[in-house]
């Protein structure tokens, strides 16, 4: 693989139920990070990790959780998935998450929750 | 709080320049990023500023002025490929990226 990949690439989802999504990149980027983005808003950060075995809180991270186990994975879990879950999860990384430093985005995931 | 303005949607003309605006108001600065959307796909980046002025690569320039929290995107000879979302992005004083809500340009032949 080459860059970052995310699974699946889209879901429908029935309330309730738990889910993970995907990502893992191939670049040994330090830096992880997970997005929403919902139609007229800007991308919102939901969790990010600037290393393995570190995570934290962005804007939005109320019924989501992740884990960085490794340098390459970084899954977020939906535990009991609600309807304004809906949304385009686009997970991404850089080298350093620091200053000057770009991230680069996966193909993204469509989630529907119904 | 923090800020940030884009025009949401633009239309111009194959082969025309066209400048897309923003403006921001964030805790702390540390950068100004343009990434380039497709539909249904992925941001792509296209610039990074942090110091006031212009930069340019190939048919896109961007430029930055901290003191009024500014930055336009310039895009020369508009080709049709050119239709995307621009999103315009601020690192804050956590570097994490706050993000517009992204400009819609639509190109007409």
């Known amino acids: 693989i080459a860059g970052i990949t995310q699974a699946p690439t889209s879901q429908i989802l029935a309330a309730g139920r738990r889910m993970t999504l995907r990502c893992t990149q191939d670049?040994?980027?330090?830096?992880m990070y997970w997005y929403r983005q919902d139609l007229g808003l800007g991308l919102r950060l939901i969790h990010y990790?600037?290393?393995?075995?570190?995570?934290g809180k962005g804007e939005v991270p109320d019924g989501y959780s992740v884990s960085r186990a490794n340098t390459d994975d970084f899954p977020l879990t939906l535990a009991s998935a609600v309807p304004s879950q809906t949304s385009v999860y686009f997970c991404?990384?850089?080298?350093?998450?620091?200053?000057?430093?770009?991230?680069?985005f996966g193909p993204g995931t469509r989630l529907t929750v119904l | 709080g923090q800020n940030i303005d884009q025009p949401t949607e633009m239309t111009a003309t194959e082969g025309a320049i066209v400048q897309i605006n923003c403006t921001y108001q964030?805790?702390?600065?540390?950068?100004l990023f343009w990434y380039q959307q497709h539909a249904g796909e992925a941001p792509t980046f296209l610039s990074y500023?942090?110091l006031d002025g212009l930069e340019e690569k190939g048919r896109f320039s961007s430029f930055l002025s901290r003191s009024k929290g500014y930055s336009y995107l310039l895009l020369k000879e508009l080709q049709m490929k050119d239709s995307a979302s621009y999103l315009c992005?601020?690192?804050?004083?956590?570097?994490?990226?706050?993000w517009g809500a992204g400009t819609k340009l639509i190109i007409k032949p």
């Open positions: 991404a990384s850089s080298f350093s998450g620091g200053s000057t430093d770009t991230q680069y």
């Open positions: 670049m040994r980027h330090n830096a």
């Open positions: 990790s600037n290393t393995a075995g570190t995570t």
């Open positions: 964030t805790s702390g600065f540390n950068g």
């Open positions: 500023n942090v």
């Open positions: 992005a601020v690192q804050d004083s956590n570097y994490q990226l706050i």
